[in-house]
């Protein structure tokens, strides 16, 4: 999710393929082996329509190299998300690989442009390489978890028109190396703005990114379970674009702030530069640092990360949004009156994180304490709303009792009323607030099993 809608400027010994292989069987899972190659299947597209209608539109299928992603549980997602890529047996309809994701096109949806135009966003996913002809259906949900559209087209692996990703001559780095891609989650941190002259600065800039990110558990405890490498785009000008200080760059990635006209959201503005930026990096996930110091940054959930590299909270602004992108986490900040509802009473969100109390049970139920009652009346400090303000006077024990105390707190997902959150602050709510909640922890280690176990 994006940034624009903070209360503040705020704000991832190899087990021998057939060894994988047995253990899937093992668990009654489908085997990689027989479906796929150790290859990467590049699929473009472009989501497209408007408020009332939305396309699908296949673009291109494109070779990779090594397939990067999980070798087991292909059939399950880890999230629900706004969306699913589902990779099908064309005569029995079985899933023999699945992810889900959200989109930046989602998001336009609901902005009142969506409601006067038609407009189109590019959208690139990857999937194992398959050994036979198979069909690939996309669908994208609505709020209700309704399926608004979906595409089911065919891929022949031998077509000869899918064509390889090209190489682009960038060099990569590898910060952190814990094990082969088949047995590690896979983090592409790639940089934009930043010009042959500044690709020493771009190295520099990935560490601190990965030391921000292993500083904060439980990332600094799982920090063994991934592989992070620093890929060196280069750029023709370095900076990237402003729109509201006028300044537009030439930037390979496209990256620019003002997306949907919100000062501090910065995105990519172009899916497919990014993916072509990678070109030859195994990798599941995407961290674009962007070179300036202007706030600003967003996350989709597997999809990408956005982060300006300059700007004071660089760090805490990573972390949050590597919560959305990675983890699936929603915003637990509120405003208190008119924001467009992203989620319904009636509907439980997928975010791990939020409750509307339809389906509590499937949440953070198991780990509230006894008697706590439901919804859960806010610590008095709460009033003050903007604790934010005060946090760094408060005294330990209270900023600790406002992260830890698990509760169903009324006010999240952006509304004061109808959706609940796990704890008074955490890092998904202010950014002053270090840590992630007991509830957004335990999401975080899940996706990390969900990846690597
Ligand atoms: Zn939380």
Known sequence: MDIRKTLLPIIILAVSAIGAAAQDSEKGVIGFDKDFENKTLRLDYVFAGNAKRQQIHFCEALSGGIWAGRRHSLDTVCLDGNGRLEVLDPETGKVLYVNSFSTLFQ??????????????????????????????????????????????????????????????????????????????IDLAIVGDGYAAQDTAKFFSDAARAVEALTAHEPFTTLKGNFNIVAVAAVSKESGVSIPHEGIWKNTLLKCHFDTFYSARYLTAGSMKAVYDALAGVPFEHILVLSNTAVYGGGGIYNSILTCSADHPTFPKVLVHEFGHSFAGLGD???????????????????????????????????????????????????KTRDVRKIWNTLPEETRKRLNGKLGVYEGGGYLSKGVYRPVQECRMKINECEDFCPVCTRAIRRTVSFYTK
């Open 107 to 184: 998001e336009w949806l609901s902005q009142e442009e969506a409601t006067l135009t038609d407009k189109a966003f590019e959208e690139c996913f990857q999937v194992p390489f398959p050994r036979r002809k198979i069909n690939i259906r996309v669908s994208l949900y609505d709020i209700r978890g309704n399926v608004t559209t979906t595409l089911t087209h065919p891929i022949d692996p031998a077509d000869i028109i899918i064509r390889p990703v090209p190489d682009n001559g960038f060099t990569h780095r590898y910060i952190l190396k814990n094990g082969e891609p088949s047995e590690c």
């Open 332 to 382: 637990e900040y509120y405003y208190d009156d008119g924001y467009d509802p992203m989620y319904v009473p009636e509907k439980e969100p997928w975010e791990p994180n939020l409750t509307t109390l339809a389906d509590f049970a499937s949440k953070w139920a198991d780990m509230l304490p006894e008697g706590t009652p439901v919804p859960t009346p806010p610590d008095s400090i709460e």
